[in-house]
């Protein structure tokens, strides 16, 4: 039997988490679950002890990164054939686990992820933000040769062999497009599949306009020193 683990990472995401973990026992009853509460400020922690939600609690911040490859190192650590990150925030609907998993499972691809912009339906961001997704995905297919639509989203699943590469090498800072750069140039196989992705639940995102211009300038200089240091060592 396949072993599945979701890996929630979650930074104040209190207005939420409960009912994505609701949703999580309803619709995946299957898979294990792991939230790694990145030392939230909230009163995450307290709705999770009061489900009584299998959680982690990181005494420090380790941003986005660091929790996702705290997840890994959980998969790995407890066998998993394949682990699947959902965002803490209820944008990614988990009734599309099965679809996403399904050749990870057959052994048709090492990587899915969930697009949103496949379909083009459910919530699709701003016009701003789908503006650098299109650029960070040229980018990442000039350096890589590798073609997808929603570089950024986070609701990706990964099989075993990429579950022990995450758990010990993983970027720290807004990690999706240049994860899928270094996984390629490792011979990863990856594919992309229709989602319908909804507006988070609670909250707002910590992401502003400020925030966007650096994330796109870091990330696409993360993009390419990942491409020339990859080649560098293949010589």
Known sequence: MCKVLIIIPAYNEAGSIKKL???IKNKCPEADYIVLNDCSTDNTETELK???????????????GGAVQLGYKYARENGYDIAVQVDGDGQHDVAYID?????????KSDIVI???FIDKEGFQSTGSRRIGIKILSSLIYLSCGCKVKDATSGFRAAGKEYINIFANEYPDDYPEPEVLVSATLNGARIKEIPVIMRERMEGVSSINFGKSVYYMIKVSIAIIISR???GIRRK
């Open 50 to 64: 009061n489900i009584k939600a299998n959680y982690l609690k990181i005494p420090v911040n380790l941003g986005i």
């Open 228 to 230: 020339i240091s990859l």
């Open 99 to 107: 679809s996403i998993i399904t050749d990870i499972k057959l052994g």
């Open 114 to 116: 969930g697009s949103r």
């Open 21 to 23: 973990i609701e949703e």
